[in-house]
């Protein structure tokens, strides 16, 4: 069974950078049958997909944060991370990272980690 | 990029009653990458439905998906007492990957 979990700090300063870490348990991010996301969810703009790492290492972002978002992933460590950088309160949300199931069916966010808590505050 | 609308707000209803969900689509979307999430208080989404109209592993039958081009339901046909959360739309078609604002389902 699948486990997804955050880590990374609570509290990031404005103009920072915003570090996450997911470990995944149960399944190898290796694995050609899935990738790996962050969706965040924030005050302003409820739900968001940020973007995703695929087995082969290949990325996709939102356009719209495109310029400051950078996904990547350790196979030795069975982990994936996320960077934002240039933080400002806009940014304060619960992180998620999630799987994408990648098959003969397309299945989004089947499996999700906890959620972390990140506010941007001096 | 395609913004999704789900209607009502707040929806409150009784145990047993039937729930219909909806939301649209700024755009024409793909009846194989639309889905559906249901979230609880302090709890990651649950993914409901996706293709639509497929049930995700582990999911009852009382939730149904349907709907094409910009128009998409979500039914429960009977509901039960840990129905009551809220719920998002979610395309996965066209990038960037977008999900509606929520509906909140609360007991009447």
């Known amino acids: 069974q699948v486990q997804l979990q955050e880590s990374g700090p609570g509290l990031v300063k404005p103009s920072e950078t915003l570090s996450l870490t997911c470990t995944v348990s149960g399944v190898s991010i290796s694995l050609s049958s899935y990738y790996w996301g962050w969706v965040r969810q924030t005050p302003g703009k409820g739900l968001e997909y940020l973007g995703s790492?695929?087995?082969?290492?290949?990325?996709q972002y939102n356009p719209s944060l495109e310029s400051r978002v950078t996904i990547s992933a350790d196979t030795s460590k069975n982990q994936f991370s996320l960077n934002l950088n240039s933080v400002t309160a806009a940014d304060t949300g619960v992180y998620y990272c999630?799987?994408?199931?990648?098959?003969?069916?397309?299945?989004?966010?089947?499996?999700w980690g906890q959620g972390t808590l990140v506010t941007v505050s001096s | 990029e395609v913004v999704l609308v789900q209607s009502p707000g707040t929806l409150s209803l009784s145990p047993g009653e039937r729930a219909t969900l909806s939301c649209r689509a700024s755009?024409?979307?793909?009846?194989?990458?639309f889905a559906w999430f249901q979230q609880k208080l302090g709890q990651a989404p649950r993914l409901l439905i996706h293709g639509t109209s497929r049930r995700a592993a582990g999911i009852p039958d009382r939730f149904s998906g349907s709907g094409s081009g910009t128009d998409f339901t979500l039914t429960i046909s009977r509901l039960e007492p840990e129905d009551f959360a809220v719920y998002f739309c979610h395309q996965y078609d066209r990038s960037p990957w977008t999900f509606g604002q929520g509906t909140k389902l609360e007991i009447k």
């Open positions: 755009q024409t979307v793909s009846t194989t990458y």
């Open positions: 790492i695929y087995y082969s290492g290949k990325t």
């Open positions: 999630a799987r994408v199931r990648d098959g003969y069916i397309l299945v989004p966010f089947d499996s």
